[in-house]
Nanobody
Framework: QVQLVESGGGLVQAGGSLRLSCAAS????????MGWFRQAPGKERAFVVV????????YYADSVKGRFTISSDNAKNTVFLQMNSLKPEDTAVYYC????????????????WGQGTQVTVSS
């Protein structure tokens, strides 16, 4: 089994930055990809970005391209999400997730989820 723990959320003004972390433990060898999703109140969980731990390929949602950057420190089994130029519409609970699929974008392809961390962007 894999366990995921997110950290780094908080309150920031529009235009500001935050860095989220997701530490994985357990059966790390089974993970091919790590992704970030977000869920705003009253909305469905939405894909943000994914990174493949083997070749470090990434895929970003159009809404965050050029503002968010995902990276992976495989030695520490940790994935980071650097969020710059934040907008009020980025406000959501952000979830880290792990998958055996190569570069998945559907939440149905992820078998393990973290507890979520709140990101609030004020205008």
């Amino acid at each position: 089994q894999v366990q995921l723990v997110e950290s780094g959320g908080g309150l920031v003004q529009a235009g500001g930055s935050l860095r989220l972390s997701c530490a994985a433990s357990g059966s790390i060898f089974s993970i091919n990809a790590m992704g970030w999703f977000r869920q705003a109140p009253g909305k469905e969980r939405a894909f943000v970005v994914v990174i493949n731990r083997n070749d470090l390929n990434t895929y970003y949602a159009d809404s965050v391209k050029g503002r968010f950057t995902i990276s992976s420190d495989n030695a520490k089994n940790t994935v980071f999400l650097q969020m710059n130029s934040l907008k009020p519409e980025d406000t959501a609970v952000y979830y880290c997730a792990a998958s055996r699929v190569w570069l998945p974008r559907s939440p149905h392809d992820y078998g393990t989820w973290g507890q979520g961390t709140q990101v609030t962007v004020s205008s």
